[in-house]
């Protein structure tokens, strides 16, 4: 079935420090995975997206990583900001002919400052 | 603002009525989708719609039905309302069907059922 696991749930970090956070995808045929931040009581809103023929894809302090045959990608944040706090939401499109998006159980980022 | 424009903001309502969200995409987009986000499911694709025809299902129950009319927007109908019903109910809208067309989501439409 379509799945993707997403870790952790919740992250804590430093304000500068870096943060990571892992997405597993189950459909082979998913070929196109975003990233969504969501504050408190707001929308989620693209913050980077990768597609299956691309390994790595940076925007500034943001950077996504894509194993294909692993089935499992990542978004790093680094120099983290008080403002980067929020939650974010892996998905996947597992068909090229809807672009239906499956998402991850969300992970809370807190950053302290 | 992301252009995706979602009413009502707010819904209260009992057990067993029936409610209707609407969503109008943005100029432009053919694309809808809907999804719901409860506490202990994430967000969870319901269904989509590409210029007035349905073109995928997720986890929809038979309860909700939607369409989307010539002017492309989209109304979700929730019947038989269910204390578990109780969600924010999110539109999202793309240019075009199929993947890697950015989906741009509305402010959502938070019901709650008591």
């Known amino acids: 079935g379509e799945n993707v696991e997403q870790h952790p749930s919740t992250l804590s970090v430093q304000e500068g420090d870096s943060a990571v956070i892992k997405c597993t995808y189950s459909?082979?045929?998913?070929?196109?995975f975003p990233w969504y931040k969501q504050e408190l009581g707001k929308r989620p809103q693209l913050i980077i997206d990768i597609r299956s023929n691309v390994g790595e894809k940076k925007d500034q302090r943001i950077a996504v990583t894509l194993n294909k045959t692993a089935k499992h990608f990542s978004l790093h944040i680094t120099e983290t900001q008080p403002e980067d706090s929020a939650v974010y939401f892996c998905?996947?499109?597992?068909?090229?002919?809807?672009?239906?998006?499956?998402f991850g159980q969300g992970t809370t980022l807190q950053v302290k400052p | 603002d992301s252009g995706v424009t979602q009413t009502p903001k707010h819904l209260i309502t009992a057990t067993g009525q029936r409610v209707t969200l609407r969503c109008s995409p943005r100029s432009g987009d053919l694309s809808v989708y809907w999804y719901q986000q409860s506490l202990d499911q994430g967000l969870q694709f319901l269904i989509q719609?590409?210029?007035?025809?349905?073109?995928a299902k997720g986890n929809i129950l038979e309860r909700f039905s939607a369409q989307q009319f010539p002017d492309l927007h989209s109304e979700l109908n929730l019947s038989s309302l269910e204390l578990g019903d109780s969600a924010l109910y999110f539109c999202?809208?793309?240019?075009?069907?199929?993947?890697?067309?950015?989906?741009?989501f509305g402010p959502g439409t938070r019901l709650t059922v008591t």
């Open positions: 998905a996947a499109s597992p068909s090229s002919n809807t672009g239906k998006l499956i």
């Open positions: 999202a809208s793309s240019v075009a069907v199929g993947s890697g067309y950015e989906q741009y």
């Open positions: 719609y590409y210029n007035g025809e349905e073109r």
């Open positions: 459909d082979s045929a998913s070929n196109y």
